[in-house]
């Protein structure tokens, strides 16, 4: 059962262009969702997230919005820069004390000059 | 602050032979987290630690693997007899023990078994 569900697998944009990764879950239990950014031989690095009470986070140019009632979230990464060429990782958890994430597969950006 | 350490960072057995792979979290870390990576498979939640005492192995493998925390310092993952399907990238988190907090990833130990 795959309860985090990423879309699309990848994305092609070109430098200063707003890039929109999309992320849906089905555990309703879900109310933790970080953005994980990986490039190549290293691991996952949190970028951003957001707890359920809320429906906008921003950091820098990054923003996530998140619909509760339709468990869906996404990620606009503006003025993208070739530097954001990455694979990008929706997570969820769940309330509570730190506990497992469970991972999306991962939408791969490449950002052209 | 050195991170989250990890070692050996690529590692080849052979079918059959043990593989142990070490994790060292960031220091004053209570939690620490083993996920395994595949491109089929993707990241896979394996089992965590909090004070070193196991909280939760519901992602391990029931035969083969095990992992043990003995000291606040460093966390083992042991792969038994190693088969070519547990080829992937181990990666360990650790975290500060509190709501939701930001789990931090080593750059992982890549596993090939041929």
């Known amino acids: 059962q795959q309860q985090v569900r990423q879309s699309p697998q990848s994305l092609t944009v070109w430098e200063g262009e707003t890039a929109i990764l999309n992320c849906s879950y089905e555990?309703?239990?879900?109310?933790?969702f970080p953005w994980y950014q990986q490039f190549p031989g290293e691991g996952p690095a949190l970028l951003i997230a957001?707890?359920?009470?809320?429906d906008k986070k921003e950091d820098g140019g990054f923003t996530i919005f998140f619909n509760k009632r339709e468990k869906n979230l996404s990620l606009h990464i503006k003025d993208s820069q070739p530097g954001d060429s990455a694979t990008y990782f929706c997570?969820?958890?769940?309330?509570?004390?730190?506990?497992?994430?469970?991972f999306g597969s991962g939408t791969k950006v490449i950002v052209l000059p | 602050n050195a991170g989250v350490i990890q070692t050996p960072r690529h590692k080849v057995t052979g079918k059959g032979q043990e593989a142990t792979l070490w994790c060292e979290p960031i220091s004053g870390h209570s939690a620490v987290f083993w996920y395994r990576q595949t491109i089929v498979q993707g990241l896979e939640f394996l089992t965590y630690f909090r004070n070193q005492a196991p909280i939760d192995d519901s992602g391990m493998p029931k035969e083969r693997f095990s992992a043990q925390m003995p000291n606040q310092s460093h966390s083992t993952l042991k792969i038994q007899s190693t088969q070519p399907q547990d080829s992937a990238v181990y990666l360990c988190?650790?975290?500060?023990?509190?709501?939701?907090?930001?789990?931090?990833f080593g750059p992982g130990t890549r596993l090939l078994v041929l």
């Open positions: 957001i707890r359920s009470v809320s």
């Open positions: 997570a969820a958890s769940g309330t509570g004390f730190a506990s497992a994430l469970t």
């Open positions: 555990n309703s239990a879900f109310d933790y």
């Open positions: 988190a650790s975290s500060f023990w509190g709501e939701q907090d930001t789990q931090y």
